[in-house]
């Protein structure tokens, strides 16, 4: 009867994991230049995270930098810098998946996670992002725009592309998040 009981549970154990999945976080999204599939809830659930919609050849492709010193400096109290490349602002992202994630780790020595290339811009968005936007009221108006989101997974704060990742107010809200 006890073995029975474990086996129920054991069972049941990811369906009550899935059925408390914040909706913001209930995606499958491809690994950059991967086949590999994530299920965002499952990696992400009960951490900050940081969403940047990102472009290789844009005024603010620097940001790179101060996003992985973020993710560095905070990712063992709980911080995840996400990156998702976008070619929807002036065709600033051309590369393949290939080779953007070459030019972010050889230039920049990116490690923060990145997904699969998406559009951002409302008339095409991918689901996260339009979520996104349903919770803000905000789509990224050009690269670099940045979505912060809480151990709980809801959005707490968003930020427009010229807002570095050293920006103050922005440091001080992750703080904030992960001292939850």
Not at 6 to 23: E, F, H, K, Y
Not at 50 to 65: E, I, M, R, W
Not at 112 to 128: D, G, Q, T
Not at 165 to 175: G, H, K, M, N, Y
Request: net charge positive.
């Amino acid at each position: 009867m006890k073995s029975l009981f474990i086996t129920l549970i054991l069972m049941t154990a990811p369906v009550l994991a899935q059925a408390s999945c914040p909706p913001l976080l209930d995606f499958k999204l491809r690994a950059l230049a991967s086949t590999e599939t994530v299920h965002l809830c499952e990696r992400y659930q009960g951490k900050v995270l940081l969403l940047v919609n990102t472009a290789s050849k844009c005024g603010y492709t620097p940001q790179y930098d101060g996003l992985e010193k973020l993710y560095d400096k905070y990712k063992d109290r709980g911080l995840v810098v996400i990156g998702f490349p976008s070619n929807d602002f002036l065709g600033q992202e051309p590369g393949t998946e290939q080779q953007i994630l070459e030019f972010c780790r050889l230039t920049y020595g990116v490690r923060f996670p990145m997904y699969e290339k998406v559009r951002v811009v409302e008339h095409a968005a991918h689901p996260l992002y339009k979520m996104l936007a349903k919770e803000t009221g905000t789509y990224p108006r050009w690269n670099f725009h940045k979505y912060l989101i809480n151990r709980e997974g809801m959005v707490v704060a968003n930020y427009p592309s010229h807002v570095t990742p050293e920006d103050r107010a922005l440091v001080r809200a992750i703080e904030k998040e992960l001292g939850k």
